[in-house]
């Protein structure tokens, strides 16, 4: 199933977006969830993670700026990204994951993201 992303726009260094994925598929209440963005020419990057019990984690250069969240009744999962900067300018994605030790990685194919721009 691929999930698709939505929310994204064009703010100034210092403003917020929130932004949102549908993911439909029966399992998702046991799904765990990430989200990852892409800057031109480079990989997915994974920014945060959400298990099924609603556990989080997140990467250094969020953590403490970006929060995930998930709702299981409507299935999506939110990322509320504040203080952003130009750096944070990229195409962002969400998709199911699997744990292996500390790490998650990408379980599904990759669907729509979602641009975000960040002007100085």
């Known amino acids: 199933v691929q999930l698709q992303a939505s929310g994204g726009g064009f703010v100034q260094t210092g403003e917020s977006l929130t932004l949102s994925c549908v993911a439909p598929g029966s399992t998702f209440s046991s799904d765990d969830l990430a989200w990852y963005r892409r800057v031109s020419g480079k990989s997915h990057a994974i920014l945060a993670a959400?298990?099924?019990?609603?556990?989080?984690k997140y990467t250094d250069t969020v953590k403490g700026r970006f929060t995930i969240s998930r709702d299981n009744a409507k299935k999506t999962v939110d990322l509320q990204m504040n203080n952003l900067t130009p750096e944070d300018t990229a195409v962002y994605y969400c998709n199911t994951v699997f744990r292996l030790g500390s790490n998650y990685y990408p379980r599904g194919s990759w669907g729509r993201g979602t641009q975000v721009t960040v002007s100085s």
């Open positions: 959400i298990s099924s019990n609603g556990s989080t």
